[in-house]
Nanobody, 120 residues
């Protein structure tokens, strides 16, 4: 069974940086697109960035230029480097994988989520 687990979340000050990671077991990340989504309570899931099957990356406008998604295909770990974080980045962050393309809210496989809180 595919297992995806995020780690590295927590509290960070506005303007700071944080890196969260997603370890994947029983799954080969080289064959699927992977990415990160986040959810603020009361709001829909937002896809924020991902790596497609061909290796191309995409980012939501809300994080473009500040966040970077990277994939270690040897260790089977997905990373999200968050720089210049802002209070509006406070959310639960989820990693996901999908053979159809960069994961959206209907992604096939999900992590359990991790909280990131940005204080002003």
């Amino acid at each position: 069974q595919v297992q995806m687990e995020e780690c590295g979340g927590g509290a960070v000050r506005s303007g700071g940086s944080l890196r969260i990671s997603c370890s994947v077991s029983q799954y080969d990340l080289r064959r699927d697109a992977v990415g990160w989504l986040r959810q603020v309570p009361g709001k829909p899931l937002e896809g924020i960035g991902g790596v497609d099957i061909d290796g191309s990356t995409m980012y939501a406008d809300s994080v473009k230029g500040r966040f970077t998604v990277s994939l270690d295909k040897v260790k089977n770990i997905l990373y999200l480097q968050m720089n210049n974080v802002q209070p509006e980045d406070t959310a639960a962050y989820f990693c996901a994988a999908d053979p159809r393309g960069v994961p959206g809210p209907d992604a096939r496989n999900w992590g359990t989520g991790i909280e990131v809180t940005v204080s002003s």
